[in-house]
Each structure stands twice: as structure tokens, then as C-alpha cells.
């Protein structure tokens, strides 16, 4: 039987990466449909993949496609919050522009999202949201004040949505992932020497694969974690232990 059969959802930031394992495995795990936002173009072989290039910062197009999605569908069942960038710099040499993008898209664009869904979310009476954190929102990361800062206040949001969208009795689940080091072509930019002192530190001495964190949303996304809410989900090989 497939895990999340006849579910419509919603992820962002989907064109690659972490995104685009969890919309390909929400595929194969049969749901109805995934709309699938990025800035970038992406194409999908998948017939139950939607494609949608969109800035995840334009609140009027988030709730015009959110308001969409319902009136297509009737149904609104997983929500997706993945899109995020990273400015790294210490401190003391962050930029406002560094600091100001990684806020915009990091935090409040998952604030656009949700805000955008919850009322529908809550005539519905059900819904999970999924947000994509990090072990440097968890633990802080040298040179990453701003993504720690963004990833810290989404594990925040993760726990009052919990409250918010469930006071009245609505089964809405809220809870966050946060991953250690992935295979994404972020690492790409790391050099070979920074990467295998990280590794040392990781007790499995390896970095997650994006389908890693893909299993974990498709567990959140189920049935199977129907009575889970406000948690947070650290998966990172055992890099901060």
C-alpha cells in the first residue's frame, strides 16, 4: 500500500537536492499531487509532479497559489517548507544583504506558506507541515550566524504552529528536520580538505544522502505519524555527539 496514497502537497525549494528526493519519493508513494515550487525551472517524468517556478518571498504569489491548489483539489494534505540558502560569513563581516536574503527566504517565506494554507488547513481539520531546519539552528555553526539564526527560529515556528493551527481541536501536525551535513550541491562549494575534517567528526564518517531526509518527511507526511507534533527530527549521522 502506498504510504501517502491520494495526499496533495506542496514543497518548496524542489528543483534539486533534498527537495527534489522528497517530491520524487512522495511520487512513488502515491500521492494525488505534488505541487513542486522552485525558483528554477525543473522538469519531472512523474504525471502526479506539478512544476511551479516561483520566488517562495512573493506572498501574494504564495497565497494565490495556495487558495488555487484548494479550489482544485478540495484538499490540502502536506506542506513542505525545504527552500533555503545559505550567505556564510563571520560576524563581524556579514553583510546586511547577507543577512537580509538568507532571513527572507530561509524564514519568512515558510511564514508566507503556512499563513497562506492555515486557514484551509483548518477548515480541513487535518494537514502536516514539514519544515527543514538544521543541526547549525540546533547547535550554532561557525560562519553561519544568519542560517543558524533562520533554522533556530523555524524550529520556534515548527512549535507554534503545533499550537496555533491545533487549538480547536484540528488534527494539524507541525514538526521540523534537521539535517547535518547532505550530499547537495551545496557541498560542492566546501573544499576536499574542509569536507574530510567534517567527516572525522560524523561517528558514521559519512554525510546524509538527500534520501535520508527524504524518508524521514515521507514518515511525517503518513499515517504513521498521525499523533507526532512539535518535534524535531535530527538527522545527521551522529555529527554533534
Not at 75 to 87: E, F, M, P, Q, S
Not at 220 to 228: D, K, M, P, T
Amino acid at each position: 500500500m502506498k504510504r501517502i496514497a491520494d495526499k496533495v502537497c506542496i514543497v518548496t525549494g524542489s528543483a534539486q537536492g533534498i527537495g527534489r528526493a522528497i517530491v520524487e519519493m512522495f511520487a512513488a508513494e502515491g500521492a494525488k499531487m505534488i505541487i513542486a515550487i522552485d525558483i528554477q525551472d525543473a522538469e519531472y517524468k512523474e504525471s502526479n509532479i506539478r512544476a511551479v517556478k516561483m520566488d517562495t518571498t512573493d506572498k501574494e504569489s504564495i497565497n494565490e497559489l495556495v487558495k488555487n491548489v484548494w479550489e482544485e483539489f478540495k484538499r490540502l494534505d502536506v506542506i513542505v517548507n525545504n527552500a533555503g540558502i545559505t550567505r556564510d560569513a563571520l560576524c563581524n563581516k556579514m553583510t546586511d544583504e547577507q543577512w537580509d536574503l538568507v532571513m527572507d527566504i530561509n524564514l519568512k517565506a515558510p511564514h508566507y506558506m503556512v499563513a497562506a494554507a492555515a486557514p484551509f488547513l483548518m477548515e480541513q481539520g487535518s494537514g502536516s507541515i514539514i519544515n527543514l531546519s538544521s543541526v547549525s539552528g540546533l547547535h550554532g555553526n561557525i560562519g553561519q550566524l544568519n542560517y543558524a539564526a533562520t533554522k533556530a527560529g523555524l524550529v520556534g515556528m515548527t512549535k507554534t504552529w503545533t499550537k496555533e493551527l491545533s487549538r480547536k481541536g484540528a488534527k494539524i501536525r507541525s514538526n521540523a528536520i534537521a539535517p547535518g551535513y547532505v550530499e547537495t550541491p551545496i557541498l560542492d562549494t566546501v573544499p576536499a580538505e574542509i569536507m574530510e575534517n567534517i567527516k572525522k567528526k560524523i561517528l558514521f564518517k559519512d554525510v546524509v544522502q538527500a534520501v535520508d531526509v527524504a524518508y524521514a518527511a515521507l514518515y511525517l507526511a503518513s499515517e504513521e505519524s498521525r499523533f507526532i507534533t512539535g518535534q524535531v527530527l535530527e538527522i545527521s549521522g551522529g555529527w554533534m555527539m
